[in-house]
């Protein structure tokens, strides 16, 4: 089964508003006709209008990087999936490892997020990842299954994930650090997720759904990365902010 890569920029809270705009328009520029991979960037909330001018005609996903499961209502500086669709989003971060361990989000808030995104059409990128402690402990397999059947609850009753859902793979210990998991050993972890989705709904979706590797994803490393089987992609922090790094990563197979 043939995976279209997929190579999303979670910006995190960075870049002011016209640094916003002069980075998808110099990527737009420098990948007009570029059908290969698919691009996303994840702008802030109050750069994704401008983002979306500014992305025009061009192909680059947008994505929002959190949002309410609810749809409205009493939820003080909160923004709702819906809100984020109204304004051109179509995926969605969903469980970043810095939402969970700086924000407190657990995943079953995280379960009612996918579920309310899927329900309104927005694809959901749901990360998953374990922290150097866990692995040092040799739970890494142990956590990023129970993160995947706790975040993903409302699915496993019905069988009913869309194809299109992304799942990203984002060693805790390898975000902005420097250190990036070794291609075996990421595809080691892609292929226990990707064999998960297999048993707990069925091999046709674990062949289409992407996973997405995530954690220092550098031009210089994600050749390799993009060589391993069930590696579908990458999400990517710091190499997303500037145009000439994220280009170089949009055509890691030029690189
Ligand atoms: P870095 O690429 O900066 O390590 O960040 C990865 C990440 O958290 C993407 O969501």
Redesign the pocket.
Known sequence: MERKPLIAG?WKMNLDLDEAVSLVNAIADSISGFQEVDVLVAPPFTALTAVKQAIGNSKILLGGQNMHWEMSGAFTGEISGKMLQEIGCTHIILG?SERRMLFGETSEVIDLKVKSAVALGLVPIL?IGETIEQKEAGQTFEVIEDQLVASLKNFRVNKDLPPSTVLAY?PVW???TGLTATPEQAQEVHYFIRKWVENNFDSKLAQQIRILY????KPDNVKELMSETDIDGA?????SLKSDSFVRLIRFQEV
């Open positions: 979670n970043h990360c984002e390898a975000i902005g995530g954690g220092s994803v999400l990517v922090g710091g190499a």
